[in-house]
């Protein structure tokens, strides 16, 4: 079976081609960060232009690398939420075209969950699963029991985690996105400044970042206005100790509390390095039976690919039940 997959929700455009839902054939992904590296942020409108401008290029471009031709699709998965709203019509109004043209089913997408089975890609499945979703706007724990069987333990009650990232990497004078930069800025320093790590109450899977950021900030503008030096590989890796800190003890609390077989890590923030270490050695530490994995880095940040995954499974699901 064919599946391809489109995705059009911040400000990469992509398109794949798997084979059976898991054998990437193509996944072209055409990234806008230079456009919004200048401003700070992504600005919806800049990308909404560039994912109408790209997406028949990034189109012929899966179509190429995968050397199938359009009448072989069997499946079409587009995101369809969470995201920008004129981004995500990019994608959707392409993928409803393909599909009326072609005759193939059309699969709309959750992007957390595209996030979550981007681990599939290179990993199966062992149930029930810890899934620890990082990406620059969301921050959730979710117990899986099985294909598409989502609880959701706990969220952030204010910033995400990458979001949380961005914005220190701003005051540390990083450019957009920063996420990769405070993490490699963090090994070459020491956590000498002193951080809240914010766990709320013990019994919580939910997190709260905005305090941690504040502090980072507050740090900042107390040295410029005494004159004083920042040292930021010192101040990068204060935040990311503690930022770890609080993924890690939350997430092998709750794979300990639901004797689950596997941890997986999803969304941008899971190419962190310090965290991959941190999570890997507390696992093996505390959770030794319980597999560990991690997208690799190409599947990390949004991707096609993980979206065509999900969509298929939730595809096989649907078929199942009607
Ligand atoms: O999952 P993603 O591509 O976008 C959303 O769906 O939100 O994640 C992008 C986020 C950005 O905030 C970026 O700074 C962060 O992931 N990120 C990282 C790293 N690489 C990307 N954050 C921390 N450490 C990294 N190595
Ligand atoms: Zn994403």
Known sequence: MLVLGIESSCDETSVAILK???EVLANAVYTQIPFHEVYGGVIPEVASRHHVKKITYVFEEAFRIANVKKEDIDLVCVTTHPGLIGSLLVGINAAKAFALTYHVPLIEVDHIVGHIYANFIEHDFNFPMIALVVSGGHTELRLMKDHYDFT???ETLDDAVGEAYDKVG???ELTYPAGAKVDKLSFEGSPSYKLPVVLLDKDSYNFSLSGLKSAVINTVNKCNMKGEEINKADLAC???TSVIKVL?????KAAKEYGVRQVVVAGGVAANKGLR???ASAVEAELPNVELS???MKYCTDNAAM???AGYFKYLIDKKNN
């Open 20 to 22: 059976d839902g898991k």
């Open 152 to 154: 959701l333990l706990g």
């Open 170 to 172: 701003r005051v540390l």
């Open 238 to 240: 204060s935040f990311q």
């Open 248 to 252: 890690v003890s939350k997430t092998i």
């Open 277 to 279: 270490l941190a999570l």
């Open 294 to 296: 991690f997208p690799s």
């Open 307 to 309: 979206i065509a995954v």
